[in-house]
């Protein structure tokens, strides 16, 4: 199967801004393998048996996309970027859920043996990270993006030039002085 035009996708994007619902419809059988992708690759990073599984990352974030209708969006790229973001966003958010259940929260005790929760070690990296980034970003947005789509994404540095508009080698640049940045960062934070 051929994969559909980029051209396609923008225009399907438009129309659904501009309210038609059919559009989404159409929409989300062209998307949905590179959604699957994209969550593939956010929960390749955390462990096997991780409470949230790739169909369930994908419905989220489309749940999430389908509240906000009159997005402007400004290609396919942006969709995808969108889309990467909501994703690390929904990980973030059950990692901080883990977290204050594993603290006693408002949460029902269960035994062990008949849940499967996150790592907390994996969770604990997970909600570093976002707070490093979150301080990368007022410093300097584009890094910060840049290490989203290509960390969370799983974005080539040629996609990420594409989504930001910019060219391979800066990507590369960004991606290296982010990537010091963020292990100082972490690294000062232990």
Request: aromatic residues 6%.
């Amino acid at each position: 199967m051929q994969s559909p035009s980029t051209g396609h996708i923008t225009g399907l994007l438009t129309n659904w801004a501009d309210g038609d619902q059919t559009a989404l419809d159409e929409l989300m059988p062209l998307v949905y393998e590179e959604l699957r992708r994209l969550a593939r690759h956010y929960l390749r990073q955390e462990r096997a048996g991780h409470t949230l599984q790739t169909t369930a990352l994908v419905n989220e974030a489309y749940l999430c996309l389908a509240k906000h209708p009159k997005t402007r969006w400004q290609d396919r790229a942006h969709f995808f970027a969108l889309a990467a973001k909501l994703m690390r966003r929904i990980l973030v958010d059950h990692a901080r859920a883990r977290h204050r259940v594993k603290r006693g929260g408002d949460a029902t005790r269960v035994s062990l043996d008949t849940v499967n929760l996150m790592s907390p070690q994996r969770s604990h990296e997970l909600l570093e990270l976002d707070e490093a980034l979150k301080k990368l970003a007022a410093i300097d947005e584009r890094k910060s993006q840049v290490v989203e789509l290509r960390a969370f994404g799983g974005l080539s540095n040629e996609e990420v030039a594409e989504i930001l508009k910019i060219s391979a080698n800066t990507v590369t640049r960004d991606w290296n002085m982010a990537t010091a940045w963020l292990r100082r960062e972490i690294g000062e934070a232990q």
